[in-house]
């Protein structure tokens, strides 16, 4: 079928016949999300000057799951009784605990962001994709 001959009750019946199928509302999303990708690039190439969509709702869990001080403890312990050659580990894991940032600005720090005089670790780069990249996810530089 052409891009331009794509109305939203083909959109609708491609949502329906994936939730008959049993997936989850997210990942009927996320395969949307290829179909937009294209259609933008349709209005890009001046193919066509607009396109159909389809609402997806997408509940998502209000439940948190936090780690207390003594499950950080537990955490720790289980590492550093389990393999002693991963003791690192225990240093990675409380330091993103205490930081509360995110796996990829935890491994991209360096001895450079951290100032020992003014207690501060300075997060402004994280890795992606093996690639160390320039400013967090939201483009947010946070000390802690």
Known sequence: MK????TQQNLYTIKGAMMDEGLAPMTISSQMAAYYSVMRMGIEFGL??????VVIKVERSKQRLFV????LRDIVKTIREGR???????SYVMTQYYLVART????ALTW???NLE?????I?????????LKGTKNKITNNA
């Open 3 to 6: 891009i331009s001959h794509i």
């Open 48 to 53: 066509i000057e607009s396109y159909p969509s």
């Open 68 to 71: 207390s001080p003594k499950m």
């Open 84 to 90: 002693p050659e991963h003791h690192w580990l225990t």
């Open 104 to 107: 990829g600005e935890v491994l």
């Open 112 to 114: 450079d962001d951290v």
């Open 118 to 122: 003014e207690m501060t670790i300075v």
């Open 124 to 132: 402004n780069k994280h890795i992606y994709k093996g690639k160390v």
